[in-house]
């Protein structure tokens, strides 16, 4: 069994993905994987009884995979806080544990000083009685976008509980077991940090020290997530085993003997893990540490694939939702990849810069499926940046945090001149990131590859890697190189492969955005882009330390999820904020051909949008009523767009065309003159599908526009909830009375049709 625990880790993961997610190409292949190595050993009985007891076990614990509870009918609620809570402007979010259940709680302060009073008091570790609302966490509402509720659920949370008051009177101090002291430790020290060290350095400092990324700056952690060095912002194997040689040495030189210094460090390694975030690699890193500790004080020679495999099934055991988890996944991914590798790469390679190179290419390659999988992405600065930052960090920034941290602890202000050399050093660093991130091509976008297309990717690497291994000759690693880079261009042209294309209405919320896609890629087309707008208008207690933008935030990642490289023609139908607002986000993402508008500008952020587009080459139309033009066998005619009347809901661009063996109208948001001037004008438009104009407002879509066009189906985009009433009851009305299938953003979030030929289908990301 020795040397194979690695096969058991297969079995777990082949169990747990089919029972989560089914049959698919990466669950395929890890049960393939397993039926090839059970038959290697198909003498070893005990093992193969061994392997099927594991993947049993995953499969059909009654304690795994049930189904979501009910949602509680009580409005009362007590427990303990289960984690540090978190302040986002007026919002205040942590983990609650209650008596049978753990659920997400959020509340939003209503006033300044409520707020201040409760950064002050509100303690992880807390018993407290609360009265209010448990509401179902939101789902991804577009396509690729961020499954809230699946994110909660992989944390056994269900529910999100919103108390009606919370204050001083609601929670108490109650005994705290030792884990929850150490949470309580490790919150006080963060709120240290915040309040004792400089802006600009004190973010790294808490991630470093403390595991916690959400003190980081928003654009600058956007800039370590973009240029591929976000992992050395996480506590990691090299984080820990630096930490744990350093504590060895210094109790070694001060007179502990070695059995006591392993018998200490044994003891100081889990309250670290707890105190530095306990994420599953912190966990494997620790957990690794230890093994290698106990085998030098037991002189028991472990091998490291077993002991990383029984660390990995341990975990799964404890929560095999942990499988879905993207730090999981490239923690113990890198890990095995690098163990495997090391009695080749360190006996080819003696000048540490060379393996210091050949280890991160190595991580870049094994994780680079699921980096693209996740973020659709590749930074071209990646290697180079890992080997500048990797010894930066793990010398300089890391060391250096402990230090500046525990010396103004001990010493107070004697340490201002260690803090501001820490300071100095690291925000110049940070400014780099960020001048590299805004540097033209700093990225590639690839999209969301299949799952079938990640599969051969790492069937790839590990034919490479076992090339490298052999090392015949130049010959052989060429071709190898050669067969990773034919997949690599077969996943940059999939779009450009398929002969199915689509029209998708994005869920922007109150706003207008609309997707269309030509088979084979022949060209984007994008009406309208959404933006939000009362967020902008909060007080300054209440914003948010990132506000929530449309365009970067939803736009931006359906664009690269889907591999777009370039807009053909974004169409901005008119002026409003709702509709032109987020496309700010696309300049300098994803370039732009033609930008069609219907008016000169006129406000200032118009005025500014346009320059924008036109100062980084785009070229842009003022459009008129009857402009039209064609791609391949699809025409696109624009029926109106007045850019003189006084309402500019009227100077709308609206455009009509057919696709995928249906008639399209895409009417912004125009009203009921702009319909009757249309009318007018193309007095015989038959339509199979209308984009209901501004929103299912009363004052559009009228009796006469619903009399010529006779829609089968009404497409409304429409927020949620939103102030204004959207979509009017009188407009359903006459789009019932006609049996017009109607589907709206706010019921059914993102709404897609799918089309090859003259033949469709509409598909929604949610299901009523």
Known sequence: ????????????????????????????????????????????????LLCILVFTFFYLNPFYFQPSPSIPTTKIINGSIASIPKYDGNKVSFEFTASNHKVQINYFAKTNKEKRELEEYLLVGMTCFFEGEYYQPQEARNYYSFNYKEYLKQKNIHFIYTPFSLSAVNCVEGRLSPYRLLQRYRQNGINYIMEHFPDGSKGLMVAL??????????ELLRSYQSLGVIHLLAVSGLHVGLISVSLYFLLIRVGFTKERTIDLLMILLPIYLVISGAAPSVIRATAMSMIVLLSIKGNIKICPLDGISFICIGLLIINPYLLLHLGFQLSFLTSYSLIISANTIFPMYSNRIIQLLVVTSLAQLVSFPIIVYHFYEISLWSIPLNLIYIPFITFFALPFSFISFFSHLLFGSISEFIIAFYHYLVTNAH???????????????????????????????????????????????????????????????????????????????????????????????????????ELRFRPEW???EKIFDVGQDVLVPFLKAKGVRKIDKLILSHGHFDHIGGAEALMGEVPVRNLLYSTRPETEFEKKLLQGFDEIGTNITIVKKGDYWKRGIYEF?????????TNINDRSIVLFTRIGGKNWLFTGDLEAEGERRMLAEFPEINVDILKVGHHGSKTS?????????????????????????????????????????????????????????EEGFFDTRVTK
């Open 1 to 48: 069994m020795f040397g194979k625990v690695y096969i058991l880790v297969i079995s777990a993961i082949s169990s747990i993905l089919i029972r989560i997610q089914g049959f698919h190409s990466v669950s395929l292949f890890f049960m393939l994987a397993l039926l090839y190595l059970l038959h290697k050993n198909r003498d070893n009985y005990r093992f193969l």
């Open 209 to 218: 020290i403390f595991g916690e990324r959400g003190e980081i700056e928003h």
């Open 431 to 533: 400014k780099a990131l960020m001048y590299l991130m805004n540097v033209p091509y700093a990225t590639i976008t690839l999209g969301k590859p299949p799952l079938y297309v990640v599969v051969i990717y790492y069937v790839t690497i590990g034919f490479n890697l076992c090339t490298v291994e052999k090392m015949k000759s130049l010959n052989h690693l060429l071709k190898s190189c050669s067969i990773f880079i034919m997949v690599l261009l077969f996943h940059w042209h999939l779009p450009y492969l398929s002969n199915e294309g689509e029209i998708t209405m994005i869920d922007v919320g109150q706003g207008d955005s609309i997707y269309i896609e030509l088979p084979r890629r022949k060209a984007v087309y994008i009406i309208d882009t959404g933006g939000n707008v």
């Open 542 to 544: 209440q914003q948010r």
């Open 637 to 645: 005619f624009i029926l109106s767009a007045n850019g003189v009347t």
């Open 701 to 757: 879509t009228t009796d006469a526009l619903l009399e010529v066009t006779n829609p089968k189906y009404a497409l409304i985009s429409v927020g949620r909830n939103n102030r204004y009433g959207h979509p009017n009851q009188e407009v359903i009305n006459r789009l019932e009375e006609r049996n017009v299938k109607i589907l709206r953003t706010d019921q059914l979030g993102a709404i897609r049709y799918r089309f090859k030929g």
